[in-house]
């Protein structure tokens, strides 16, 4: 079973828009991570925030996490055709594994 | 510097048949982790190798399997494949202290 859901589930955007994705989980982590698919091959690591880091900023992407609501969040601001992929959080509660969320597909129309 | 290696790229099984996907590890990585990904999913976590061994297992049956070798590289056996074993095999590798991981571009498997 999955450790949390991805909301919304797809969203189609027009180029330039900022993309708003969310990820709840259920126990107690260490990190949390976020990555992208295209087109069901490999994930690619996007961005790592760990439990005790509110807010995180890379490039386009900015990042926050919210432990007592076990939740996060994945802002892409200035949205770009290429960014239409899968996106998928996966927390890592120091057990080894990453557990996944079913993934929001973006679409970014040019 | 190689990233995360997987072959084949696509494979094509008959039910009950055996089947061994293969992984290699980004340089300096000790740690190997297999995922499978159904069609519409996220990826659900089968086993992780360190040092050889089997170190934490997700809730797979005992025909999945998996071997770790001396150069870190990996094996993924499933053994009488069944329909719903078609999927997307993602192998990650990883240092074992943890933190990101750097995934392969999958091998996808088609079991008829």
């Known amino acids: 079973s999955q450790q949390g859901e991805e909301d919304p589930q797809a969203l189609s955007i027009q180029e330039g828009e900022n993309a708003t994705m969310n990820c709840s989980y259920k126990?107690?982590?260490?990190?949390l991570q976020w990555y992208r698919q295209n087109s069901g091959r490999g994930l690619v690591h996007l961005i790592l925030i760990r439990s005790n880091e509110r807010e995180k900023h890379s490039g386009r992407l900015r990042v926050t996490l919210d432990t007592s609501k076990k939740s996060s969040s994945l802002l892409i601001t200035a949205s770009r055709a290429a960014d239409t992929a899968s996106y998928f959080c996966?927390?890592?509660?120091?057990?080894?594994?990453?557990?996944f969320g079913a993934g929001t597909i973006l679409r970014v129309k040019s | 510097d190689a990233g995360v290696t997987q072959s084949p790229t696509h494979l094509i099984k008959t039910r009950g048949q055996q089947v061994t996907l293969r992984c290699s590890p980004k340089s300096g990585h000790d740690t190997v982790s297999w995922y499978q990904q159904a069609l519409g999913q996220g990826p659900q976590f089968i086993f992780q190798?360190?040092?050889?061994?089997?170190?934490q297992r997700g809730n797979f049956p005992d025909r999945f399997s998996g071997h770790q070798f001396p150069n870190y590289s990996s094996e993924l056996n499933v053994n009488a494949l069944l329909l719903g074993d078609s999927a997307l095999y993602l192998c990650?590798?990883?240092?074992?202290?943890?933190?990101?991981?750097?995934f392969g571009s999958g091998t996808r498997l088609t079991v008829v």
């Open positions: 190798y360190y040092e050889e061994e089997e170190r």
């Open positions: 996966a927390t890592d509660a120091g057990g080894n594994k990453l557990v």
């Open positions: 126990t107690s982590i260490n990190n």
């Open positions: 990650a590798s990883s240092l074992t202290r943890g933190g990101r991981y750097t």
